[in-house]
């Protein structure tokens, strides 16, 4: 590493210091990171990245972006377009949300994101994690920010445990708070920094701690990386489930140029049961309209 601290420096000090230098030279070239980014540019960024990597959310970003600069462009354009720009995403709720986000941000805050926490949690869709992350990416604002993966690389660090137990708000800012740097600029900064060592270096499955620069004071690594034993919650499966169909039923929507007939969505899935329940799953989520004559369009769409 290229810092050398002093090693009587308190952990927070040291900490932060390290990742932030580590960051320095790691941080990965991100349109959402650059020093021109909008708030919006954040929002749209955290909403597409939840349960998604960034890989796929890049190309899909760019688009929307390129589409939609500001919530009011949104905010003007129907909900099924941002369903159908969401793409294979996944998750496609978010995409809704991040309309009506944009139409109150339009009709409560003249068009700009608000910079107070409490009215960035009343937007819709907006929830802890996120509120946190715009106030301190776009606003330069201190908040502890935990993602999963800053709550693994706290977990290994602090309490030597090598994954994190399924996230708790009030037990996550519990343990990230004290480490936060006291300047708000520096945290907004180290905010980040702790994500992108958890994303390249401080991995689920192959974490590479010799990389990593604050090894010497990892619980975990000092412990010999024990085996995680605590609770786990299990990856939801994904072939032959009812997210995969309504996935193949909302690809014909979004493939479409206007309403399908019930037929179209009848060859994409040949258990009709399952076939219904999925789609009157996606027409109570809103992610689907019924039109009176019988067929089905995206939200907003005749």
């Known amino acids: ?10 952990l927070a000090t040291r900490f ?3 990742v932030l230098d580590w960051y320095g030279e790691n941080a990965r070239d991100l349109p959402w990171r650059t020093p021109d980014a909008t708030p919006w540019d954040v929002l749209v960024s955290e909403i597409m990245l939840q349960q998604t990597p960034v890989s796929r959310v890049l190309p899909a970003y760019q688009e929307w972006m390129t589409r939609w600069p500001t919530p009011a462009a949104l905010a003007a354009d129907e909900p099924g377009e941002a369903v159908r720009a969401w793409g294979r995403l996944g998750y496609p709720r978010r995409a809704l949300r991040l309309h009506e986000c944009a139409v109150a941000i339009t009709s409560r805050h ?9 009215a960035l949690l009343a937007l819709p869709g907006v929830g802890a994690y996120t509120a946190r992350a715009v106030a301190s990416f776009a606003y330069r604002q201190r908040h502890a920010v935990v993602d999963t993966n800053v709550r693994r690389v706290l977990s290994r ?3 030597g445990v090598a994954d994190a137990a399924p996230g708790s708000a009030t037990r996550d800012l519990a343990l990230a708070e004290p480490l936060v740097p006291t300047d708000a600029g520096v945290a907004a900064r180290y905010a980040v920094a702790v994500m992108e060592l958890g994303a390249l270096v401080c991995t689920a499955r192959a974490p590479r701690c010799a990389d990593c620069p604050v090894v010497a004071d990892c619980a975990w690594f000092r412990a010999g990386k024990p085996a995680y034993d605590g609770p786990v919650r299990r990856p ?13 039923l909302l690809a014909v929507l979004r493939d479409a140029d206007g309403p399908v007939p019930q037929a179209a969505l009848d060859v994409v899935w ?24 019988g067929r089905y369009a995206l939200p907003g769409a005749r």
């Open 270 to 293: 040949h258990d009709p049961v399952q076939r219904g329940r999925a789609l009157d799953g996606l027409v109570t989520d809103g992610l689907v309209d019924p039109l009176p004559d």
């Open 110 to 118: 003249g068009g700009e994101l608000p910079t107070d926490l409490e």
């Open 157 to 159: 660090v602090v309490t």
């Open 1 to 10: 590493m290229s810092t050398t601290l002093p090693p009587d420096l308190p």
């Open 16 to 18: 932060a210091a390290l």
């Open 236 to 248: 939801q499966g994904y072939a032959g489930t009812d997210r995969q169909v309504r996935g193949r």
